[in-house]
Nanobody, 124 residues
Framework: QVQLVESGGGLVQAGGSLRLSCAAS????????MGWFRQAPGKEREFVAAISWSGGSTRYADSVKGRFTISRDNAKNTVYLQMNSLKSEDTAVYYC?????????????????WGPGTQVTVSS
């Protein structure tokens, strides 16, 4: 069973950057693709980015493409989300989760082992 814990959230001004980390426990981390999702108040959880087991394939939501970068370090059991050019609409709780296989998919319902989340607030 993989357990996930996110960190790196905080308050940042519009146009600024943050890097989120998701640390995983367990020796099977590298066997799975991983994803980042976010949920703003009053809205459904939405896909942000996903990365395959090797890091060779990535997928992004249109709203973050060109601004966010997902990466992973399997030796450290960690997946990252570098967020640049942040906008007020990026304000949300950000979650990482484990995909069902090595393939980077985007549907939240397919993911498991959700972390508790980390708050990102972008002030305009």
């Amino acid at each position: 069973q993989v357990q996930l814990v996110e960190s790196g959230g905080g308050l940042v001004q519009a146009g600024g950057s943050l890097r989120l980390s998701c640390a995983a426990s367990g020796r099977t981390f590298s066997n799975y693709a991983m994803g980042w999702f976010r949920q703003a108040p009053g809205k459904e959880r939405e896909f942000v980015a996903a990365i395959s087991w090797s890091g060779g394939s990535t997928r992004y939501a249109d709203s973050v493409k060109g601004r966010f970068t997902i990466s992973r370090d399997n030796a450290k059991n960690t997946v990252y989300l570098q967020m640049n050019s942040l906008k007020s609409e990026d304000t949300a709780v950000y979650y990482c989760a484990k995909a069902p296989s090595i393939v980077a998919v985007t549907t939240p319902a397919l993911f498991g082992s959700w972390g508790p989340g980390t708050q990102v607030t972008v002030s305009s």
